[in-house]
């Protein structure tokens, strides 16, 4: 029976022990290979004085040692927190200090300032280095340090009695507002999410999904455990540049392709050779709204590809999907809730908004998750009771309040409207950025936008739109996609400045950063 992580992992190394679970730079892993390799790496981890409830921070880019150690934590029923290898040395120390882990695994790349960072992270006991020449001298001897292949000892059995409601992961937000937070996911969470998505998307054990995602992000960290829910093959990777992903997904034979919105925005203004069309059975796209724009030019590209809008949250891992049945019939709709979960729709007062009327996405299911890491207060305002539809239950049943705005068609299917906190409010009007990016999509020469709002005297704020432009745009760019929006949007939704920027500012997980871009447009410049 499948209860936890590993178990996932176990199941289909039982049915299909032959079959690839996962790849990394054209070398790869049977199901049997990572079972084994996860188990010793299990061992080694106790050995080195992991137990149920201590908590083992990666810094890697994806790649398999990051796979390995999610499948040992979950063996000794330890807490994997896997960080974005982008992140800084402020970042990191705080993720480590405030996960309180005892172990941290890094490769290369993350260990530039290594000897700093643990200076102020007392509680990392043994660090563990990947692909390093040489062991760096740290001032403090009184930890452990050692090579993460001399972690893979003698398997042994070092199961626990660790149940499914128990913590797996930490996975930490894009900290928008604040520092990031620590959403605690569990067995629970993992098992019934990799589940709920191989049954809509169909997932079967041939599937080669490209997971180019970072693994410290869900939507990334979802590409291989729903994987391994059928037996198919994770092909791990990192995107870069377009052309590179393109090229992978033709050596690799891909058949599945997650991304989000920045990313769609950059493949779809590249051409996709025919091999990847070919192959390219679904690509799905969440972490935001999919500007039609960019939705019709990869249909373009991939006419026989199934395209997934999706929604999701790391508090509740994945709550809405499109049938791409009906991307024809409901374009720009994120669909209904995904099997096994409910979304509503809530007015403030807690009540159903009608269809059309824009309200609060809630969340409730097997995917809501056990709340913030050290932090009761966020944890009490996002996770929330929520009335049972039996007044005879005794007690409520915990919901996610997403913090972003929703309507729903006559129909029943979703619409994004904005993140609550996005908001643009000019002139009294309440203004959500992707009404505007999607007009802005359809300007020729532009690969990606977004719109934000600079506080204003006289109108509260003022719409402001930072694009970046293909390196073939001619003309005037800013004034063309002013010229598009006067026509295409009512007054106050017009753009009263744009700007041509060479890059857009991003959080770890790669999606743009709100706060960053605004503060960058907030500088005068010529528009």
Same mark, same amino acid.
């Given at each position: ?47 080195? @004085? ?49 996960? +309180? ?96 998505? /191989?049954?809509?998307?169909?997932? #079967? ?53 997650? +991304? ?13 050779? /025919?091999?990847?069309? +070919? ?14 724009? #960019? ?32 991307? @024809?019939?409901?374009? @720009? ?94 002139? @009294? ?30 109108? +509260?704020?003022?719409? #402001? ?32 400045? #744009? ?29």
């Amino acid at each position: 029976m499948t209860i936890l992580l590993h178990d996932l992992l176990d199941a289909s190394a039982q049915r299909f022990p032959r079959n690839e679970a996962i790849r990394y730079r054209g070398k790869g892993q049977t199901y049997a290979e990572l079972r084994e390799r996860s188990a010793s790496l299990a061992a080694g981890l106790r050995e080195a @004085g992991v137990r149920r409830g201590d908590r083992v921070a990666t810094c890697m880019q994806n790649r398999p040692e990051v796979v390995e150690l999610a499948l040992a934590c979950s063996r000794l029923g330890a807490i994997f927190v896997p960080a974005n290898p982008m992140l800084k040395l402020r970042q990191l120390e705080h993720l480590i200090n405030d996960s +309180g882990a005892k172990v941290l695994v890094a490769s290369h790349g993350a260990t530039v300032a290594l000897e700093d960072l643990l200076r102020t992270c007392p509680s990392v006991e043994t660090l563990v280095l990947c692909d390093i020449a040489s062991t760096p001298a740290l001032a403090e001897s009184r930890r452990r340090v050692c090579r993460y292949p001399n972690l893979l000892i003698a398997a042994t059995n070092v199961g626990v009695n660790a149940i499914s409601d128990d913590p797996a992961a930490l996975l930490y937000t894009s900290g928008s507002t604040g520092r990031p937070k620590g959403v605690v996911i569990s067995h629970r969470n993992l098992v019934a999410g990799a589940m709920s998505v /191989a049954q809509y998307q169909a997932n #079967v054990p041939e599937d080669r999904i490209l997971a180019a995602l970072p693994l410290s992000f869900d939507y990334g960290f979802s590409q291989v455990t729903t994987a391994f829910a059928v037996g198919a093959c994770a092909v791990l990777t990192n995107f870069s540049m377009p052309a590179a992903l393109l090229q992978e997904a033709v050596t690799e034979r891909v058949t599945g392709l997650a +991304g989000v919105p920045t990313m769609w925005m950059h493949l779809a203004s590249v051409e996709w050779p /025919a091999a990847v069309a +070919g192959a390219m059975r679904y690509v799905t796209n969440s972490g935001g709204a999919l500007p039609v724009a #960019v939705l019709d030019k990869l249909r373009v590209s991939l006419p026989g590809t199934l395209v997934f809008c999706m929604y999701g949250l790391t508090e509740a891992f994945r709550s809405t999907y499109l049938d791409p049945a009906q991307l @024809g019939r409901k374009a @720009g709709s994120i669909g209904k809730a995904i099997p096994g979960q409910e979304i509503l729709v809530l007015r403030p007062d807690g009540s159903l908004c009608d269809p059309g009327e824009v309200g609060e996405l809630v969340h409730r299911g097997s995917l809501v998750t056990l709340g913030y890491w050290n932090d009761p207060e966020s944890t009490a305002k996002r996770f929330r009771p929520i009335a049972s539809r039996l007044p005879q239950l005794p007690r409520a049943e915990t919901a996610v309040w997403s913090g972003d705005l929703v309507r729903t068609d006559e129909e029943g299917f979703l619409y994004f409207v904005g993140r609550g906190d996005h908001l643009i409010k000019s002139s @009294g009007y309440r203004i959500s950025p992707s009404e505007i990016e999607e007009i802005v999509a359809e300007v020729e020469g532009v690969v990606e936008s977004a719109a934000v709002g600079i506080p204003d005297e006289s109108l +509260g704020q003022r719409v #402001v739109v930072g694009v970046v432009a293909k390196p073939e745009a001619r003309g005037d760019l800013a004034e063309n996609v002013r010229q598009h929006c006067r026509v295409q949007l009512p007054a106050y939704l017009v753009p009263a400045e #744009v700007h041509v920027l060479p890059s857009m500012p991003r959080n770890v997980n790669g999606k743009c950063d709100r706060k960053a871009l605004a503060a960058l447009l907030s500088v005068p410049r010529a528009c």
